[in-house]
Each structure stands twice: as C-alpha cells, then as structure tokens.
C-alpha cells in the first residue's frame, strides 16, 4: 500500500520537498510513518521530527487526510491512498 | 458606550451593508477593545484593517525602534521614522486613518509578567507574536480570563489561522505542549504572506466582535501561497491539557 506524506514550513525546507509517495509493508500508525520518514530522509529530518528517544516530537501536528491525529493514537490505522501531513508549528509575523 | 453618530454611519456604511452585520455589529465593533501583540509584518495589518473597521480601542503592545528590514512588511512603520519607536509610528499612522479610535501603546512585547494586565483591558486578542513563549502567556490569560484569540502565524509563502474560543474549541498548548524546538526567530518573509493572514486574523476578530460568520473554531486554516493551496483541517483538545484541560491531572497544576 502507498500514502501521501506532506510537509509543511520548516519540516518542508529540512525534507527537501513539499510531499512524496511512500510505499507502506501494512497497516500502522501515523507515529510509525514519522519514524519511517526520519530513517529515510537522514538526521536533520529524524532531529526535527522526533525526539532523543525515537518518539515524535508532541509540537509537530500530524493530520490524516483534514484530521488532526494524536501522535499516541494507535486506534486511528494509516490505510492505502491516505494522506499524511506533518505540521510545522510556526509562529512568524 | 456612546451610539454610533452620523459620521460614523456615513464612514462605515458600506460595511453597515454586510448581511448579518448591520449597525448592530457596527456598534459591536465601536464597543470593542482588541490587543494586536507586534505590530509587525502581521500585526501591523490587522492592526489598520480593525482600525480600517472603526473598533473603539486598540491596544498595541510592540518593544523597539523601527530597523530597515522592518520596512518590507511592517506597514505601520515608515523610512522617515527609521530609529524611532515602531508604536509610535503605528499610532501615529492609525490616528491619520481614524482619529476617532483610541490607541494604548504600549512599548514592550508580551512576557508572562505584562500579559495578564494587557489581556485584562480587552474583549479579544489577535496573536502575532514571533516567539511561542509570547503566544502561550496570551493563551494562558485569554484561557483564564475567558477571552477570544485569534492565533495568526507565517512562515516563507505558507501560514496557519485558528480561532481560540475559551471553553469551546482547544487551545494553543492543546496543540503545543511545548516550545516548538523547529522553531527559529528568524524566518523569509514577504510582506504580501503576512499580510493576507493579516486580513483574515481581522476579519476573524471582526466576525466574532461583530457576531456575524463562522470563526475557525477548532479549525486550523492552512495555506501555502506558492501554489495557492488552502486546506481546513479539525483540531484536536487534549483534556489534559495545563492551560484548558478538564482531567483532574491538568486541574491539580
Ligand atoms: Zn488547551
């Protein structure tokens, strides 16, 4: 299965583009597609996206499609054409 | 508060035509007192465009002289007044555009020591702070006063709008329970980013003073200008949340 990963800001200029298509084994979790992304985009991405221990950074927002997802929610299943978008907290005027 | 007079109608009439709105809002508005925190590339926007709208009282709270690279997006600030106080200039420009509205300038940033004193003299507040530490004592003292916030942000081409409704929608720390480590001071800016949000944060604080529309109430407006992507995305309220959360753990804090 495949989904939609955006990002937005500050997480878009540090990923190198605004959004890709990334190839999924099974169902998991939008924390799960964090991880997945740091690993694949190297460390000035994994730096901003998640913590020292691995866990997403609880400042990033993550949507599902136009929903905001927890990023502790493990009921809310990423499924095949979803899209996925990590939020850049910003803050300039 | 004193009714609306015949200049009054005369100078807002057009606006007095919007359904829904009418003198009633009119009076709303003459009624009302806004905090705009930085009258920078934002708030220097919304900061003319609620004056623009006739809003009884304004409250600008802005630290600073006027730098050269102010001058791209602060459009209260002028090359003549390069040096000088940037809230004096944004009072001096808003006087030129309406005299009848009355200015409290205040000549420092929101820090959680002003903050409680600054919401205290409002009806709403519209956030443009660059710095999450100012935006959080806002949203601490909109939360406990019972105040309406319209949060406002830019970053490049993009921004981000929501409507902080006490009691109703989540609030800043519901989404940020932290001071966002991805966060930098510095940030690209043109002035036409800033001020297109500008104009909806005040078309926001006109629509919930004015009782007229639907404010972004737990919703999160994003855009990103490039490609003119606009997106409407449902917040959610964390209950344990320090600032509005109802758990007995967010409680006992
Ligand atoms: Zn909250």
Same mark, same amino acid.
């Given at each position: 299965?495949? @989904?939609?990963?955006?990002?937005?800001? +500050?997480?878009?200029?540090?990923?190198?583009?605004?959004?890709?298509?990334?190839?999924? $084994?099974?169902?998991?979790?939008?924390?799960?597609?964090?991880?997945?992304?740091?690993?694949?985009?190297?460390?000035?991405?994994?730096?901003?996206?998640?913590?020292?221990?691995?866990?997403?950074?609880?400042?990033?927002? @993550?949507?599902?499609?136009?929903?905001?997802?927890?990023?502790? %929610?493990?009921?809310?299943?990423?499924?095949?054409?979803?899209?996925?978008?990590?939020?850049? &907290?910003?803050?300039?005027? | 508060?004193?009714?609306?007079?015949? *200049?009054?109608?005369?100078? #807002?009439?057009? +606006?007095?035509?919007?359904?829904?709105?009418?003198?009633?809002?009119?009076?709303?508005?003459? %009624?009302?007192?806004?905090?705009?925190?930085?009258?920078?590339?934002?708030?220097?926007?919304?900061? #003319?465009?609620?004056?623009?709208?006739?809003?009884?009282?304004? @409250?600008?709270?802005?630290?600073?002289?006027?730098?050269?690279? $102010?001058?791209? /997006?602060?459009?209260?600030?002028? *090359?003549?007044?390069?040096?000088?106080? /940037?809230?004096?200039?944004?009072?001096?420009?808003?006087?030129?555009?309406?005299?009848?509205?009355?200015?409290?300038?205040?000549?420092?940033?929101?820090?959680?020591?002003?903050?409680?004193?600054?919401?205290?003299?409002?009806?709403?507040?519209?956030?443009?702070?660059?710095?999450?530490?100012?935006?959080?004592?806002?949203?601490?003292?909109?939360?406990?006063?019972?105040?309406?916030? @319209? %949060?406002?942000?830019? #970053? %490049?081409?993009?921004? +981000?709008?929501?409507?902080?409704?006490?009691?109703?929608? &989540?609030?800043?720390?519901?989404?940020?329970?932290? $001071?966002?480590?991805?966060?930098?001071?510095?940030?690209?800016?043109?002035?036409?980013?800033?001020?297109?949000?500008?104009?909806?944060?005040?078309?926001?604080?006109?629509?919930?003073?004015?009782?007229?529309?639907?404010?972004?109430?737990?919703?999160?407006?994003?855009?990103?200008?490039r490609d003119m992507t606009f997106q409407r995305r449902r917040l959610l309220k964390r209950e344990d949340c320090p600032v509005c959360g109802t758990s007995t753990e967010a409680l006992s804090k």
């Amino acid at each position: 299965m495949q @989904v939609t990963v955006e990002y937005t800001a +500050q997480i878009k200029s540090i990923a190198g583009l605004a959004r890709e298509v990334i190839k999924l $084994d099974g169902p998991c979790t939008v924390a799960d597609i964090a991880r997945q992304v740091a690993s694949a985009r190297g460390e000035d991405l994994a730096g901003i996206l998640l913590d020292e221990n691995g866990q997403p950074r609880p400042s990033i927002l @993550v949507f599902r499609g136009e929903d905001q997802v927890r990023w502790d %929610d493990t009921s809310t299943v990423v499924s095949d054409g979803d899209t996925i978008t990590l939020l850049s &907290p910003v803050s300039g005027g | 508060m004193a009714p609306l007079t015949d *200049h009054e109608k005369a100078v #807002y009439e057009w +606006q007095i035509w919007v359904p829904g709105f009418g003198e009633a809002g009119q009076q709303a508005l003459k %009624d009302a007192s806004v905090l705009v925190s930085r009258v920078g590339g934002l708030g220097s926007v919304v900061a #003319y465009e609620l004056a623009a709208a006739g809003i009884g009282r304004l @409250v600008l709270a802005h630290a600073g002289d006027i730098k050269p690279s $102010d001058l791209n /997006r602060q459009l209260l600030m002028t *090359h003549d007044g390069l040096g000088s106080s /940037r809230v004096e200039s944004a009072q001096r420009r808003l006087k030129e555009l309406n005299p009848r509205l009355e200015i409290v300038a205040v000549p420092e940033n929101v820090t959680e020591e002003n903050a409680a004193k600054l919401v205290g003299e409002v009806d709403l507040v519209v956030d443009c702070a660059p710095l999450f530490p100012e935006r959080f004592a806002m949203n601490r003292q909109c939360i406990q006063q019972g105040k309406p916030l @319209v %949060d406002c942000a830019m #970053y %490049d081409c993009e921004f +981000q709008i929501t409507t902080i409704l006490p009691g109703q929608t &989540p609030c800043l720390e519901c989404l940020f329970p932290e $001071d966002p480590p991805a966060w930098r001071r510095e940030f690209p800016v043109f002035g036409a980013v800033s001020g297109t949000v500008a104009c909806l944060g005040a078309m926001e604080a006109i629509k919930v003073l004015g009782d007229v529309g639907e404010p972004l109430a737990g919703t999160l407006l994003t855009c990103d200008l490039r490609d003119m992507t606009f997106q409407r995305r449902r917040l959610l309220k964390r209950e344990d949340c320090p600032v509005c959360g109802t758990s007995t753990e967010a409680l006992s804090k």
